[in-house]
């Protein structure tokens, strides 16, 4: 295929270390000539990471690229968001990633906002229509979703409550995120759902976020991944291959743009990439 013409971006965490955060910057270079509409930054949980994502938000700007910083209700106050919305309002940042985020262990209380839906409405109530608001969907339904239909619901109101457009939790079968997509449509909800990639370099790594956050690995994929064992190199050529494939799937299903999950790497979301004809 000729290079194609479906937007990408990426999303990294704060580092923690400075060898990290060179790492992130040199990571950065590589993915920002591949001229992604945005680069995301997580809020850790608790919003224990706040100060660290606001310092890689400001990287981001002062080196002319698009920069969406994550949200997160839990752990915070309005004084706390408003604050925040000010500071990056004020630097020229036009998009936001607006979650619930997860709990951390020991925290008794989720803050002043219970739901996303609820940081949406005070996101657009204090700063009207300057932001892209994105939040999260979720193909394979929400771990803690009470039903797949309890799920699609709050999903609706997240996007009725202000927001733009929705980023998956990132899935391996194409088929959720077609059907997801049909789904929203059929409830009247006709924001874009952009899939999240998340590339494949360490089976183990995968499998314990995909336990964790109720992405499904699909059997054959695990039984494929298990019986390479310690073959590192056999492991990624195929999460390339099978990545791959998936972005064609959803690139010519209509899928308005694609967020690579990067975990602070360049190298597999770039290999992905490459195979699909994007060129640096």
Known sequence: ???????????????????????????????????????????????????RTLDIIKQIHAEGHNAAPHLSCVGSTRDNIRGLLNTYKDMGIKRIVALRGDLPSG?????????????????????????????????????????????????????N?????????????????????DETRKLGVEAPVVPGIMPIVRYSQLARFSDMCGAEIPRWMRKTMEGYGDDVESVQNFGLDVVTELCEKLIAGGAPALHFYTLNQAKASIDILQRLGYRA
């Open 161 to 181: 409550a202000g927001a733009n457009s929705a980023i998956t939790q990132y899935f391996y079968n194409a088929d959720a995120y077609f059907r997801f997509v």
């Open 1 to 51: 295929m000729g290079n194609p013409t479906t937007p990408i971006s990426f999303e990294f965490f704060p580092p923690q270390t400075p060898e990290g955060a060179s790492k992130l910057t040199a990571a950065r270079q590589l993915l920002a000539a591949f001229k992604p509409e945005f680069f995301s930054v997580t809020f850790g949980a608790g919003g224990s990471t706040q100060d």
């Open 107 to 159: 925290m008794g209380s989720i803050g002043e906002f219970q739901y996303a839906n609820e940081l949406v409405s005070f996101i657009r109530a204090e700063t009207g229509e300057h932001f892209h608001i994105e939040v999260a969907a979720y193909p394979e339904f929400h771990p803690q979703a009470r039903s797949a239909r309890d799920d699609m619901l709050n999903y609706k109101r997240k996007i």
